[in-house]
């Protein structure tokens, strides 16, 4: 979503070339194609100003994090490695970007300076960690694998306050945020099927909102 709740962002493979970024205005109900690159054009990420979208595009090979415009214009690449980095996410000052990267052999949770162009690890334990969400209360959720299970756990943005909210519950998976980062909505097959859940931020009164 944008940040005014205007508009949703999301992939497509309706033109049969692969993920293709659209964006729908939900006054009008019109959407309009982004991005249709070759390759990926995956996990938009909405800059807190409305006026950039990070993106995860693979024009030069492995895929990278890219900045672009509401228009699909790149305006600066943030990640050149040889690894893959996917699923950038904002922080609420928009100064620096969570993304996930395979750079130290597995799937792992790094945070990119803007302003410095500094990259940093932030997960050390477990050999996958994916699907960072960023919060307006400067928590990280992020979804880890436990014993052949997906959980989910928050951090602050330097690693600190590691705190697991899922356990023996199935899989538990994509957490989002509510935009004033009380609540957290996420998918899990905890009742057999996926369904979606929501619980407050330190993990109480988990509950399925979906049938």
Known sequence: WSPDGNRLTYNSYKDGTGPVLYMRNMATGVSRRISGRKG????????????LLALTLSIKGNPDIFAIDLEGKIKKRLTSNWSIDVSPAF???????????????????????????RE?????????????????????AFVSMTEGHFDIY????????????????????????????????????????????????HGENQKRISH
């Open 120 to 140: 940093e690890r932030l997960t050390f334990e477990g050999n996958y960690n994916t699907s960072p969400s960023w919060s307006a209360r400067n928590r990280i």
């Open 154 to 201: 928050t951090m602050d943005p330097d690693g600190g306050r590691l705190k697991r909210l899922t356990e023996n519950q199935g899989n538990n998976e994509d957490p989002c945020w509510s935009p004033d980062g009380r609540y957290l909505v996420f998918s899990s097959n905890r009742e057999g099927r996926y369904h979606l859940y929501i619980m407050m931020a």
């Open 40 to 51: 990926l054009n995956i996990g938009a990420s909405w800059a807190p100003n409305g006026k």
């Open 91 to 117: 922080s609420p000052d928009g100064s620096k970007v969570a993304f996930v990267s395979n750079r130290s052999g597995s799937p792992q949770i790094y945070v990119l300076d803007l302003d410095t162009g």
